[in-house]
């Protein structure tokens, strides 16, 4: 069975940091890149961070750059998003999904490219 849980979302202040884990299972998701994505309430899902099979490539959205870092080990069979300096902006529901296409690369942010999908962790930024 195929699954990503996420775990490491809540509540933090405005400035502070939170950790999100994403732990695949039952797929090869070696050959995969993972990627965290959010969605805000009346807001479409965006990508935020991705990360390629290798762990050689990352990329970021430009809401994040700086602030968030990506983060995988496939000896672990985990995935990391660490997040800092967060704004009250970053709230929303977190998930990690898989993209096998184009060996992995993080082709694109588009939600339709990704196979598989965690069930989304809550992250809420407020004083």
């Known amino acids: 069975q195929v699954q990503l849980v996420e775990s490491g979302g809540g509540l933090v202040q405005p400035g502070g940091s939170l950790r999100l884990s994403c732990v695949p299972s039952?797929?090869?998701?070696?050959?995969?890149?993972i990627a965290w994505f959010r969605q805000a309430p009346g807001k479409q899902r965006e990508g935020v961070a991705c990360?390629?099979?290798?762990?050689?490539?990352?990329r970021y959205a430009d809401a994040v750059q700086g602030r968030f870092t990506i983060s995988r080990d496939n000896t672990k069979n985990t995935v990391w998003l660490q997040m800092n300096s967060l704004k009250p902006e970053d709230t929303a529901v977190y998930y990690c999904?898989?993209?096998?296409?184009?060996?992995?690369?993080?082709?694109?942010?588009?939600?339709?490219?990704?196979?598989?999908w965690g069930q989304g962790k809550q992250v809420t930024v407020s004083s």
């Open positions: 039952g797929f090869a998701w070696d050959d995969y890149a």
């Open positions: 990360i390629s099979n290798s762990a050689r490539l990352t």
């Open positions: 999904a898989a993209d096998r296409g184009a060996k992995g690369t993080c082709r694109s942010w588009a939600p339709i490219a990704y196979d598989y």
